[in-house]
């Protein structure tokens, strides 16, 4: 019933403004979720476009998680305001341009690779990595990492504490960090954050980089899933196949959008109080929690 599929899809947007941001992976309790409640829109429709679109749907969903942070950060991002000095302007051009540098591992590698691992094999990455081993695997690992790295540098000061202190090289250097996401269970921001406190990054900095980073990789990854999908809806019509979007997908990809806003603004201001006071390391606990739900979920 689609009332149930409404409801489904309000919760994957609760799940996605929560955990995007916090580093304790989106994909491994997105995939928790369907394992328990698995979606089924479009069902009736094909045999396929149930998988397709919530391929496409997990993905796009993530415009509204990184809407927040434009709304959030508008002063830090955008480099037009009348309001704003010629060193304030100046400061958001070169926060965009190390931004650029940061999304260029991820993007040859997400990209670039993907397509050539897909034309070897037949699968792309996702399709070689995404399985539930996996993600427990990579949310148990960087689980004990937080713990280890926050333990490493508790006496440590900080040598970057604003944006604008960070060079081209740590840039670059985070956005390696960000590649390192393109394995399911591992958490985007997560690893970014690790790779921040390991150059010598504050918690806040760290934190706020990786939101920034986070504006052009899913940008990116829901226009390629988009036309993704798009792909699949034509290939099947010029099979001869009659095959049309239900307007229930497209109702139920807006509501976990919206939702997925709202619950991103408060998740990334808790999440930025939180390490003025906190380490990370209590959501190195939790991923190893997570971890072990996880497999034994997929084990048993």
Request: net charge neutral; aromatic share 14%; charged share 15%.
């Amino acid at each position: 019933m689609f009332v149930f599929e409404l409801i489904k899809s309000i919760f994957l947007g609760i799940i996605e403004g929560i955990t995007e941001w916090l580093p304790i992976s989106s994909t491994g309790h997105i995939i928790l979720f369907d394992e328990f409640f698995p979606m089924t829109v479009g069902a009736d429709v094909h045999p396929d476009f149930t998988a397709e679109f919530m391929s496409m749907f997990e993905v796009v969903i993530q415009m509204g998680a990184i809407m927040a942070v434009v709304v959030l950060f508008w002063s830090k991002l955008w480099p037009f305001s009348k309001n704003a000095s010629r060193e304030d302007r100046k400061n958001v051009w070169q926060t965009w341009f190390k931004v650029c540098v940061a999304s260029i591992p991820a993007a040859l590698v997400g990209i670039v690779l993907d397509k050539i691992i897909e034309k070897s094999t037949g699968r792309d990455i996702d399709g070689w990595l995404y399985n539930g081993t996996v993600v427990a695997l990579m949310l148990i690992i960087y689980g004990v990492l937080f713990i280890l790295i926050e333990k490493r540098n508790a006496k440590k000061e900080a040598k970057i504490t604003e944006i604008s202190q960070i060079s081209y090289k740590y840039a670059f250097l985070l956005g390696a960090f960000q590649m390192l996401a393109i394995i399911p269970g591992t958490s985007r921001s997560g690893a970014i954050i690790l790779g921040a406190i390991l150059i010598g990054f504050s918690r806040p900095c760290g934190a706020e980089f990786s939101f920034f980073m986070g504006i052009p990789a899913m940008v990116g990854g829901s226009l390629i899933k988009t036309l993704g999908f798009v792909q699949f809806v034509d290939g099947e019509n010029s099979c001869g196949v009659a095959l049309s979007i239900p307007s229930e997908a497209w109702v139920i990809l807006a509501v976990a959008t919206v939702v997925a806003f709202a619950v991103s603004m408060v998740a990334i201001k808790f999440l930025m109080n939180f390490v003025k006071k906190h380490s990370f390391a209590p959501f190195g606990v939790y991923r190893i929690i997570l971890g072990v739900v996880v497999l034994l979920c997929f084990k048993f």
